[in-house]
């Protein structure tokens, strides 16, 4: 799940599941690692006079400290606080105030900070980057507003809309043991539990160059900005204490689980359906992104022919969430009125089996890869996107090259792939079944 | 030693650099030029190039929307627009769907106000198939009804849904605060009682009245050349008959109603939504820049006075915002945020004084330059995208702006002074005019509201009824 620092510039961006290549224009970054540990990629781009700035730091919400969930998502929103050199929100008076935009998002596995700024002001956000890297300065009354800021955003997200505790029941009852049961939105009660002590102690366990990759992709001059990049990243510091990482394992199921969610206003019931899935770097996870598809993707797909023209949900969404360490392979219907979760999961079923069992048509096949390459390419309409499918390849893949390569590979993917997958994590693994209805009865 | 010292000292000159480095020259954006053609039958096309990305955004977009709805029958644009995607004299539903996603293709439908959009997106090499299908639907849809009973009844299922969350319900209920029974007065996607009652005849009624080439424009952009699209256009459209009867006339919008203040009582509710608003602007209203700054400075993006004061001053919200939404005629002006039931009178009452303050003084410069440039900035943006260049390009066909007005967007904003700002907020967003709408846990706000508003009307979530400007459900008819 991901939870970002503002509403108003996500509304700008695309989800896309995949990435495409040649045939089509790649993305042709370039690469270095300062002394510091702090790795680069640039890739210029000078067809608009604009420029993507993403710093991302290989921290999230699964580092969460014990008993603060919703620490690392809270942590982000201080990064826009004050710095030793930059007063609280200076971060919008350098991209907002001159026509840019920035926000920051909280994964499970990673954060990035981005800005997408007038060309001409690269140099100034490359030293502000820098500058909230090496310190933060923050106090006792931003950190208790923005506190009650996120105890909105997790009313606003979770509370008020009818679905928001189904999302948050999904993660939690999914995993047993890796920390991605944890909610990264956190509660109410956990988030009040954290300090400023926490905050300082977030900064420089994790804020650091040895911890982050940095990306800038857009218009500027290659030499040019090298140099600016040496000058403001090179010197922050690399702390030598180690950095703690997450290494729990994920045990497979020994048993379908079931549970029931009830919360109050949910006029349709709904039920979601999970598997554990490989992580994102395992190359299984192409001809999943094609299963995905073929099952949940636009009005042809199987589970939306079955449930929705069938007239027995009005929503469907099958998806491959792959993350650093494992992922889930997830379903989810919501109801039609006077529909029962019990028929759906019936019927994602025997979808589910038959995609093991008879192998999809070249035409599907070619359908899926068709609608994944198109939205990867409406993706990279942008810096910012561009910025986004790289930044993928690097911390979820780890390997920057599937960026281009990607396609390819998803280009290769056979029916016989897709059986293969769909029963190894679906078909020979056990589920968790949640249903989701309204608390004291349906309305 | 000499050289030592230099060697220590050097370093702490290189690295701090306490303020910001001040920006290089800017390079100027790129605002593309549209090139046009209107074909015998009246259909205007209009394709702006660009060829970094193998993708074109294309829109067939019918001039009349929602607005045309017919009294009591709330959704018959929204589902004409749906409905016509689900069938055509020569093809099913599903192969529809099946053909264009075989594309890689999508293909949306809906109605807006004042507008009717078709929408491809599509990779370059399969456009001429893709627009196939958008000409078949256009052209000859046939509204089957099992078809329409489907969507009326997902429709309905959608309307439940949104009808449970704080802050589309607020939304609703704006909407008819503002216009009463006029034209923009219902809400856009139907009631459940309107819905009930839309027949196959009223889609087939509103598409031959208005599916026609001369109240519509197609638009492409992205990488086709304009001759290329111009062929495409004529071969798809150009045999596609005139209509019969007289254009339809632009709707007009009735004196604004007195503005109340009005209470949705949703005990449950995780959260309160807040939305205060009045009737803005048209399109064509010469203070269309002054309004569209003012509106940045109150509550356009991040920094604008009302997340500053609501979220970034007192930590009450994840955020608060406003609009204009210029239509053809008159389009609402709303600013609305959402809080924990606690503070939503505290809430209500920040929006308001920051209304006022916008009239009171002249916003300065050091404030407005900056809002200016979030204008500035968005627009740009905004062409960076195919389907970007077309949601661009559509508005000002749609108003019958010239389309050169584009490149002028710039430095229009820019001209804009802190006098005409305060000028046109003075009297056109100032408090006293405005309606006010809660959806929330009404127990935990109610008695700091009424001190505030002594006339507040508190409606339970279960006795509104969004088909009259009374809003309450009429007892003696059940």
Redesign the interface.
């Known amino acids: 799940m991901r939870f970002a620092r503002?509403?108003?510039?996500l509304l700008?961006l695309v989800a896309v599941s995949a990435t495409a290549a040649a045939p089509?224009?790649t993305l042709d970054y370039k690469h270095r690692t300062l002394s510091n540990g702090l790795d680069v990629y640039t890739v210029q781009d000078r067809?608009?006079?604009?420029v993507a700035i993403q710093v991302i730091y290989r921290v999230g919400s699964k580092d969460d400290p014990e008993g603060r969930s919703g620490f690392a998502h809270l942590f982000e929103h201080m990064m826009f606080k004050s710095t030793?050199?930059m007063k609280a929100?200076?971060m919008?008076?350098?991209t907002?105030?001159?026509?840019?935009?920035n926000n920051a998002t909280t994964y499970d596995d990673y954060t990035p900070y981005y800005e997408?700024v007038?060309?001409?002001?690269l140099?100034?956000l490359l030293?502000?980057e820098a500058d909230r890297m090496a310190s933060l300065n923050v106090n006792e009354e931003n950190f208790?507003?923005?506190?009650?800021?996120v105890?909105?955003?997790f009313?606003?997200r979770?509370?008020?809309?009818?679905?928001?505790r189904l999302f948050y029941a999904i993660d939690k009852n999914s995993f047993t043991t890796h920390p991605y049961r944890r909610p990264g939105i956190g509660s109410i009660e956990e988030l009040d539990a954290s300090t400023l002590d926490d905050v300082r102690r977030f900064h420089s366990t994790f804020y650091r160059p040895d911890n982050a990759v940095l990306l800038v992709v857009g218009?500027f001059d290659q030499q040019q900005a090298d140099a600016w990049i040496d000058?403001?990243f090179a010197?922050v510091p690399r702390p030598s204490i180690e950095i703690p990482r997450v290494n729990v394992q994920e045990p497979a199921r020994g048993e379908e689980k079931r549970v029931k969610v009830t919360a109050?206003?949910?006029?349709?019931p709904a039920v979601a359906m999970t598997w554990l899935a490989p992580p994102a770097s395992n190359p299984d996870s192409y001809p999943l992104a094609v299963a995905e598809s073929i099952l949940g993707?636009?009005?042809?797909s199987r589970l939306y022919?079955r449930l929705?023209?069938g007239?027995i949900a009005?929503q469907v969404n099958a998806y491959a969430d792959l993350r650093q360490d494992l992922g889930l392979f997830a379903v989810l219907a919501?109801m039609?009125?006077g529909h029962d979760p019990a028929e759906a999961e019936k019927i994602l079923r025997e979808e589910l089996k038959k995609l093991q069992e008879t192998p999809p048509s070249e035409?599907e096949l070619?359908?899926a890869?068709?609608?994944?390459?198109?939205s990867a390419?409406?993706e990279?309409?942008?810096n910012n996107g561009r910025a986004e499918a790289l930044s993928r390849a690097i911390v979820l893949q780890r390997d920057a090259s599937q960026v281009n390569s990607g396609l390819g590979k998803l280009q290769a993917v056979t029916a016989a792939d897709v059986q293969r997958v769909m029963k190894k994590y679906v078909g020979d693994a056990k589920a968790v079944v949640i249903t989701y209805t309204n608390?004291g009865g349906q309305q | 030693m000499i050289v030592f010292a230099l060697l220590l000292v050097a370093?702490l000159f290189?690295?701090e650099?306490?303020?910001?480095?001040?920006?290089?020259?800017?390079?100027?954006?790129?605002i593309p030029k549209p090139s046009e053609k209107t074909l015998s039958n009246g259909l205007r096309v209009i394709v702006v190039t660009k060829h970094?990305?193998?993708?074109v955004a294309a829109r067939l977009m019918v001039k009349t929307g929602a607005e045309a709805d017919p009294a009591q029958k709330a959704g018959v644009a929204g589902l004409t627009a749906t409905v016509l995607k689900e069938g055509t004299k020569t093809r099913s539903?599903?192969q529809i769907?099946?053909g264009?996603?075989?594309?890689?293709?999508?293909l949306d439908t809906n109605a807006r106000w004042d507008a009717s959009v078709v929408d491809v997106?599509?990779?370059s090499k399969n456009l001429g198939k893709a627009m196939e299908f958008l000409a078949d639907a256009v052209r000859n849809p046939t509204f089957p009804k099992d078809e329409l009973d489907?969507e009326r009844?997902?429709a309905?299922?959608?309307l439940?849904?949104e009808?449970?969350?704080?802050?589309s319900l607020a939304g609703f209920v704006m909407t008819r605060l503002l216009y009463g029974d006029a034209p923009y007065g219902h809400n856009l996607g139907g009631t459940p009682q309107s819905l009930e009652k839309i027949t196959r005849d009223d889609l087939a009624k509103f598409h031959r009245a208005n599916f026609r080439p001369e109240n519509s424009v197609l638009l492409f952009g992205g990488d086709v050349n304009a001759d290329a699209a111009f062929a495409l256009a004529e071969k798809l459209f150009g045999a596609w008959p005139r209509g019969t009867s007289s254009a339809k006339t632009a709707s007009t919008v009735a004196k604004p109603p007195e503005p109340r203040v009005v209470v949705i009582d949703?005990p449950?509710?995780?959260?309160s939504?807040v939305v205060v608003g009045r009737q803005g602007i048209r399109r064509s209203d010469p203070a269309y820049l002054p309004a569209i700054v003012a509106n940045s400075v109150l509550g356009g993006?991040?920094?604008s006075r009302l997340n500053q004061e609501i979220?970034?001053?007192?930590?009450?919200?994840?955020?608060a915002?406003s609009s204009f939404a210029p239509r053809r005629e008159v389009g609402p002006f709303t600013a609305r945020t959402?809080?924990?039931n606690e503070s939503a009178a505290e809430a209500t009452g920040l929006v308001l004084d920051e209304l006022n303050r916008l009239g009171s003084s002249d916003v300065p410069d050091a404030e407005l330059?900056?809002r200016k440039?979030?204008l500035?900035?968005?627009f740009?943006?905004g062409l960076?995208?195919?389907?970007g260049v077309v949601e661009t390009i559509s508005t000002y066909a749609l108003y019958n702006l010239p389309l050169a007005d584009a490149e002028k967007f710039i430095s229009g904003v820019q001209g804009v002074t802190s006098a005409s700002v305060r000028t046109f907020a003075t009297s056109n967003m100032a408090a006293n005019g405005i309606s006010v709408v809660v959806v929330g846990d009404a127990k935990k706000f109610i008695e700091p509201l009424k001190q505030r508003f002594p006339n507040v009307e508190v409606i339970a979530a279960p006795e509104l009824d969004l088909n009259s400007a009374t809003l309450r459900v009429r007892k003696l008819k059940e």
């Not at chain 1, 993707?297 to 042809?300: A, H, L, T």
């Not at chain 2, 001040?22 to 100027?28: I, L, N, T």
């Open positions: 503002s509403l108003f510039a700008l089509f224009p067809s608009t006079p604009t030793k050199n929100e200076m919008d008076r350098l907002e105030d001159v026509g840019g935009w997408v007038p060309s001409n002001y140099e100034t030293w502000a208790k507003s923005e506190r009650d800021v105890k909105e955003e009313r606003f979770i509370l008020a809309p009818p679905y928001g218009d000058k403001y010197p109050p206003n949910v006029p349709l993707s636009g009005e042809s022919a929705v023209r007239e009005v919501i039609a009125s035409a070619e359908k890869k068709n609608l994944i390459i198109t390419l409406r990279r309409e942008e608390e | 370093p290189a690295q650099q306490t303020t910001p480095p001040a920006p290089s020259a800017p390079h100027e954006a790129k970094e990305m193998p993708l539903a599903e769907a099946r264009v996603e075989a594309l890689g293709a999508t997106n599509v990779m489907r009844q997902q309905l299922d959608a439940q849904v009808m449970t969350e704080p802050r949703m449950d509710a995780g959260q939504a993006g991040y920094s979220r970034i001053k007192r930590g009450l919200s994840y955020g915002g959402e809080t924990k330059t900056p440039a979030v500035i900035g968005n740009a943006r960076e995208t195919t389907s």
